[in-house]
């Protein structure tokens, strides 16, 4: 049974930073790649970030490049989503997946339950 529980989201003013974060249970979290997903009011759920296990490579959706960064600290079984200059199109329920990494891109096996994350203009 994978447990992945989701905190950090919150409502933010447009320029503002959030840090998420996903602590990870029931499974081997140090080799799983990790990564956050993301779905806005009326739009498909959409791929953010993820991090390899070891930590090392890093994957970004492009607009989000220079603005997010996806980390991990193993010892604490938890990844985390630093969001800055955040802005109005960020609002969205995040969630945290674990999964694997396949063909240069990541995929998502195991889901957490989402958090909101609102940015005010």
């Known amino acids: 049974q994978v447990q992945l529980v989701e905190s950090g989201g919150g409502l933010v003013q447009a320029g503002g930073s959030l840090r998420l974060s996903c602590a990870a249970s029931?499974?081997?979290?140090?080799?799983?790649?990790m990564g956050w997903f993301r779905q806005a009011p009326g739009k498909e759920r959409e791929f953010v970030a993820a991090?390899?296990?070891?930590?090392?490579?890093?994957y970004y959706v492009n607009f989000v490049k220079g603005r997010f960064t996806i980390s991990r600290d193993n010892a604490k079984n938890t990844v985390y989503l630093q969001m800055n200059s955040l802005k109005p199109e960020d609002t969205a329920i995040y969630y945290c997946?674990?999964?694997?990494?396949?063909?240069?891109?990541?995929?998502?096996?195991?889901w957490g339950q989402g958090t909101q994350v609102t940015v005010s203009s």
């Open positions: 991090i390899s296990w070891t930590g090392d490579r890093l």
């Open positions: 997946t674990t999964g694997r990494e396949n063909r240069g891109g990541y995929e998502a096996d195991y």
């Open positions: 029931g499974r081997t979290f140090s080799s799983s790649a």
